[in-house]
């Protein structure tokens, strides 16, 4: 199942960033109260209460199941790959996108373990957004039609969505949107990403600078920046998680790029994240500082550095777990066990 983007140009898409569902007040106070029933020492399940009351205010539900999982890889390539910011040539997006069809990706398998079901997304993949250094990335057609598949990919009966990337080059468009938001320039936010040498690493954060340098009239408004910075798969992610919203799905956030490109909506519309919580802390260098930007603390922290969505999948299992014990657990009451 998917869903028609209620948009057709930018200004449908900031429309679309106003009046946004809300948790479910009365399902969390149900929560709440279950929480404090269930046969445990107050607080001993710490997080993984909070993220069951959580979930359980956005399903609007006191006692929630979780439906399947829907994660969705989005594909696309840049045209500030060609300038030599990545360790890997920019022929690699399509070929993974293959190898994911084709079940052989981290992904793939991660999906598969937390009985997610797994879409991809391929992006125009023949014609590589705009080299950010010399123009836009996106003209305001493109950057809507990228919003606009994100939002048409969710499935709206999902139990949690998990939006991830394939793109060579795409942690320095991450980058490039994060010190757009945030400010520091490239030194703060450029990361080595697939793992690029010192020089590559200098090349990087000039490329990153430049681009600051080139858009710095239009970047005021966070979904210019994404325009002009960002790339077809983070507009795409961006138009998921606003979909998500929409649909009263909850996200778990990936890595550096996942997580620039969300931030893009928390700063067109504070609080427009409200429904996603930070998978994991990746290894990417500025990942940690864009988390504690948007307020997020991650669930796991494993040192990975692979983007595709895998943080965020494998944070499927905690939340799984976080929901079970919510909704399955006895009660002190239907255990007879003696409370404090
Ligand atoms: C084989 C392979 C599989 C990947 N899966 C995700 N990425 C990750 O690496 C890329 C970002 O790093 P950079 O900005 O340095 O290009 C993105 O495609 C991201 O998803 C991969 C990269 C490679 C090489
Ligand atoms: O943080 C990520 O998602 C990431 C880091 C490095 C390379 N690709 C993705």
Redesign the pocket.
Known sequence: MTSTPPFSDIQGIREALTDLPQPDSAAVEGAQARNAALTKPPGALSRLEDLAIWYAGWRGDARPEMAEPQVIVFAGNHGV?ARG????PPE??VQ?VANFRAGG?AINQLADTFGASMDVVELDLDRPTGDFTEGPAMDEEEFVAAMAAGWQAVNPAAGVLVTG????????TAAAVAAALYGGGAEIWVGR??G?TDEALSRKRAVVDAGLALHSDALDDPLDVLRCLGGRELAAMAGAILAARHHRVPVILDGF?CCASAAVLEAAAPGTLDHAVAGHVSAEGAHAALLSRLNKVPLLSLGLR???GTGAALAIGVLKGAIACHSGMATFGEAGVSEA
């Open positions: 790959a910011v990545s360790a890997f690699v997006t993974m990706a990337e394939m793109g060579i080059g795409n942690t320095t990403g697939t690029v790029i692979l983007g595709e």
